[in-house]
């Protein structure tokens, strides 16, 4: 008869801040890469990319995403899928905040109805597509902190 195979995953306070430096790393990557695409920018323009998106993207995960996953942790979830479902959900929620004013929380030049659904269409969309980002960061991340204990 086949067991069910339990995995335990487990980590350390230095695998994790490596994670956390990792995901940072890779977010000034995506940084660069949108950056790239994006403009003309010279060898100084991309690094500047790269150094303030490796910079936020840790300060965001530190942030945002390091108090959820402490409770995923605790809470034995500690799974690669847990760890992408963490990653995208943070991202998409810190992606639209960001392009809605703070979900309208703050100041924002006046608009019509048309404009402001268009604004909130735009959001949801591309932040969808960070999110997918932010998954496979989450995914990275997981994979350097966590050793899996059979």
Do not use: K
């Not at 956390?20 to 920018?41: E, I, K, N, R």
């Amino acid at each position: 008869m086949n067991e069910l195979r339990m995995h335990h995953h487990e980590t350390t306070l230095d695998r994790a801040g490596l994670a956390v430096a990792v995901g940072g790393l890779l977010g000034g990557a995506v940084a660069m890469g949108l950056a790239a695409m994006g403009s003309t920018s010279g060898p100084l323009g991309l690094t500047a990319a790269f150094i303030l998106g490796a910079l936020l993207c840790a300060l965001a995960i530190t942030a945002v995403a390091t108090p959820i996953w402490i409770f995923m942790h605790l809470t034995g979830r500690r799974a690669a899928g847990h760890a992408a479902l963490v990653g995208a959900a943070t991202g998409f929620v810190v992606f639209v905040f960001s392009q809605t004013y703070g979900f309208g929380l703050f100041e924002a030049p006046p608009s019509d109805l048309q404009t402001l659904l268009f604004r909130w269409a735009s959001a949801a969309a591309t932040s969808v597509i960070l999110a997918a980002v932010a998954a496979v960061i989450g995914l990275v991340m997981w994979r350097v902190a966590y050793r899996s204990l059979r």
